[in-house]
Every structure is written in C-alpha cells, then in structure tokens.
T-cell receptor, first 110, second 118 residues
C-alpha cells in the first residue's frame, strides 16, 4: 500500500459547482498535512495547510480525519482557473520531509 | 514571502556533460532544502534532503555520486547531475522549508528546471 494515496481523477466539474476529493495516508504518526496545487509543467504551489480542526480559505475547505487517516479538499463555486492537479502532502517526521500523493486532476468546464 | 528561485529554468546538454542547478531561498533562511524529480504525468519523487553544512540524505535508489548536492549556506543549495544521460532528462524541482505561523515546517517550491539530455 502506498503511503499517501489519491484518486487520480480526472474530476470533471461544471463551472460554479462544488467538488471534493480525499487523500488517505498510512502513517498514523503524521503531524502535518498540506494541499498543493500543480499546474501543467509548473512547480507545486502551496494551497493550504490542513489543521486538525479543519480550515477554510475562501472557496477552499480542508478537513482532517485522523481516525480514518484521510484529508479532504472541497472547492466551492469552481472557476475555470481551478483546473489543475491537486497534490496532498503528509509530513514524514524529520526536517519537514513530505510524502506526496500522485495528485488528483480537476478539470473545470464552462 | 517564502519565495524560492531556481536556475536555470531550462537546460539542453549533450550526453556525458555535467549540469549544475541552483536553488535559492530569497526572503528566508532555509535550514533544509529538498530536491525532487518529476517525469511526465508522474508524481513528485524525492531525491534527497539537504541540510546546510552537512551531507545530503539520499532516497533509496538515488545515486549520490551521480547527483551531487551541496548546501553551502542557509539560502543556497545546488544539485549537479554528473555525466548526464538521456534517461536523466526530467523536471527537477527544489523546495525549501521554513516554519509556518503554527510552527510546522512548510515546503515552498522553486519554479523547477527542465533538463533535456541529447
């Protein structure tokens, strides 16, 4: 089993709709979690950290479920510019080392 | 804040040559920098963890003599791909970590370097 797993998608989302997807992790000792966004042929960009109480940043909401060992990302009122691959990342302990999922592709259509 | 630069952005070289990539944290000091490689339509693969003033820690399967990492200061790490071959062609991305406002080490990525070995 991979340490961090994501549904690769693609999730085809009409503009204005809501989309949500999860990321499961295997290391129960992981302490910090992140969502990154990666556009085609570009570097990952930090979207948001995931706090244990859940957190929201504009149209984006991240949740952590420690019992079931997954994090989620919800995008409301999807924009065309939200089309990207969303990578989840889980802290591996030392030095801020992260384990990345393979990414979930989101395609927002007009 | 938390800007990371990487240079060069593109490299095309002949097989057998060495290529040096620089990664700089521009507005913060990064104790730790990371080097990743990403092949088309694949996920990020961590190559090594680089700490300032000490030897890099390489991931399993990554040849340390082929991918030389130097982390001379808190703002600069370099990756040298020695004797590059076509199979080394890839997207190389560095990241630098810094504590967030909640104290977690958070990684910020450079724009990446596309290497094409002919």
């Amino acid at each position: 089993r991979k340490e961090v797993e994501q549904d690769p998608g693609p999730f085809n989302v009409p503009e204005g709709a809501t989309v949500a997807f999860n990321c499961t992790y295997s290391n129960s000792a992981s302490q910090s979690f992140f969502w990154y966004r990666q556009d085609c042929r570009k570097e990952p960009k930090l979207l948001m950290s995931v706090y244990s109480s859940g957190n929201e940043d504009g149209r984006f909401t991240a949740q952590l479920n420690r019992a079931s060992q997954y994090i989620s990302l919800l995008i409301r009122d999807s924009k065309l510019s939200d089309s990207a691959t969303y990578l989840c990342a889980v802290n591996m302990g030392s030095w801020g080392k992260l384990q990345f999922g393979a990414g979930t592709q989101v395609v927002v259509t007009p | 804040g938390a800007v990371v630069s990487q240079h060069p952005s593109w490299v095309i070289c002949k097989s057998g040559t060495s290529v040096k990539i620089e990664c700089r944290s521009l507005d913060f000091q990064a104790t730790t920098m990371f080097w990743y490689r990403q092949f088309p339509k694949q996920s990020l693969m961590l190559m090594a963890t680089s700490n300032e003033g000490s030897k890099a820690t390489y991931e399993q399967g990554v040849e340390k003599d082929k991918f030389l990492i130097n982390h001379a200061s808190l703002t600069l790490s370099t990756l040298t791909v020695t004797s590059a071959h076509p199979e080394d062609s890839s997207f190389y991305i560095c990241s630098a970590s810094t504590p967030s406002d909640r104290g977690w080490e958070t990684q910020y990525f450079g724009p990446g370097t596309r290497l094409l070995v002919l």
